[in-house]
């Protein structure tokens, strides 16, 4: 399927290897992205919190340039808090047409305007809903038998429940169970899997940030996780670049391998870890790369 | 539309009971109750309670979702029990059986009771939660704009029962932090044109280290709220505000945060993260590193860098360059920031106060059966 891409800041400024394995593993899932290189950040929250309109209108702009991608069936994002900050505008331009007018006036200059209804989705929706966990099922090479991985969901991916279309018939909230069961691996559930990872204030408030990310890290080795999936890259960013301190503020060891979601799909399908960027990590998964070498992930 | 009736059915419980002054740890109590199954959580611990144990404690009041007594939390979400539904309840349940603990970040007093004074209520008073006025008071009614009253109105629904600060995230690692609840209370005041300490609500609120910049945006409080109050919401309107209306640059980089990011977006169309982290505490332009307070920073986040060079996720070039979106778009998203940002008063969407299109369509649909009502075109809806 041709989908029109998102990747957001983070996965081509200090998540790297975010943007790496998800161009490595989507040929492999057949899936073509078309990238929307001319669209600008989706504001995190922090642009909307400034200023509402400005928030709505550079979305929109997005959005109207992805509905430009011709056959694409939707918009996908690898990036829960660009997720949330566009579900939220797009929720006030869908729902009120003069408003949507409005906005869609600050896009005339440049000729472009937004249609109600695109379907933005995260690659987490987009693998469950539209590939399907059969058809992922079968396209597992190397089964992640034996591992042990904590779903790390991140806030913007599962709340607001009404906004962002989680019900009994779309149980968002748990399919990054659904995923690592679907690749073979063993679901570790730990207290903060569905908390927030503390990033938005790290500026404000560090130590209660790190406390957030080393309690939940914390949490996860208590649960004898051997990593942690996420599909947010700047929960990433709390959970991994800054471990170290993290484990300074919560004084204790952690060492908890976090993998971005294209990783872990990258590793089941058959991918070696340095070609998904593992070696790219703060904490090094040395759990992860051994059990890939082991005699169960090298078998597979 | 009568509902069919269904007959009362067993529920089991799972309750949370302590008893402080009894020297024991808290444990697990399961009961069986009968009831039919659109009764209410409450309900059922009524009945446990009347039949199997008259120990339990748990406080309630007016049955219908309006005292604010009975929160609680109902399999690991904060409810009000006599809001939860049986039914619901059992089919969240992770294994059929309800389970219903005390609210969180509140001690507990006793069982399913916590105490409301030491946090909620104290987190309440911290915020001067009464109106202040100091023009002279109109003889009859105060006259204000009725869209203004609206919009407070949806922090006035607020009935104080305790169900966002229970699952708040920033107050779980910060249990100062002012929380959800109060903030929302806050905005009742700022956002009401009669009051006259905007000004100084907002400083305090935005100075005080556990003030609105503590919220760390996880949306548990818009979730937890069975009133729709959106506690969050308006705490990210204190924000705003704060920074666009009353120009406070606070002490905690929360303004300063705001400008480097929206700063950088304008000048690059996607963030250059290097240079968010000394803006944020030195100023929001590309001096603001040589700031102390940046360069303190800087300093303590050199282990976060060595790692991130050594493992080639950040490059040299990427800390010291900015990546950019091609000149030409550039250029139209700056021109979107000119027009949004010079007009006179900032134009927002208040969904609480407009609604949806579609629910003014509802109603009116489902009307024309029963009435004929011609069905009301909307103008400007979309095709």
Redesign the interface.
Known sequence: MKVAYWPG??S??????LHGSMAKVAPLLDIELVEL?????S????????????A???NA?TFALAQQVQGAELMMNICSTCQ?AQSECQ??LD????????VNA??A??GLSY??GLTNKNFLWLLVEEIGLDTLSAKVKRPLTNLKVGPFYG??IV???DRLGIDAEHPRDHYLHQVIDTLGGTVIEYAGMR??C?F??I???K???L??AG?HLGDAVDAEADCLVTPCPLCHLNLD??Q??AEKVVGRELQMPVLHLPQLVGLALGLEPRELGL????VRPTSVIDWSTSVVGAAA | MAEIYKPPEEFKLRLRRYDPESGEAPYWDEHTVELEPHRSVLEAILQARDRFDGSIGIRCSCRQAICGSCGVRVNDEPALACHTHLDAARASARDGVIEIEPMGNMPVLKDLIVDMDAVHWKKVKRVTPWLINKQPVPEREYIVPRESMVDVTQTMACIQCGACVSDC??M???PG?IGPAALAKAYRFVGDPRDDEHDIRLRDLAED?QGI????????C??ACPKGVNPMGQI?RL??IA??DHHIVDQ???ER???A??GL?RDN?????AE??PR??GGASWFGKFHPAAGKELL?SI??AF??LL????TVM?VLKP?K??SS?LK??R???D???S?PE????N?YV?????DIEEPVASAVGAEGAPTQS?????P
């Open positions: 800041c983070v081509r400024g200090f998540t790297p290897e290189d001319r669209a600008c950040c504001g995190a929250g922090v642009i909307a919190e400034h200023n509402q309109e400005l709505d209108t550079l702009r949330g929720e006030r729902a009120n047409a003069e408003y949507r007018a409005h600050n896009l200059g440049e249609e109600k806030c913007y709340r607001p429940r908390k927030c503390g938005p204030i500026m404000m408030n130590e209660a940030s406390k957030q309690r670049l800054q170290p301190i070696s790219r990590h703060v | 995230l920033a779980e690692v910060d932090f280290p910049y503590d919220c760390t945006h996880c949306f548990k818009v979730e990210m924000r705003r920074t666009a905690n980089n929360g945060h705001e400008a990011f929206t977006i169309g996607i963030l250059w993260e968010l982290v944020s505490y303590a282990p976060v790692y991130g493992r080639r996720k950040m990427g990546h979106i091609p778009d139209s998203v021109a979107i920031f027009k949004v940002e007009r900032r134009y927002e969407l969904l407009t609604g949806y299109d579609e909307i103008e400007g809806s979309a």
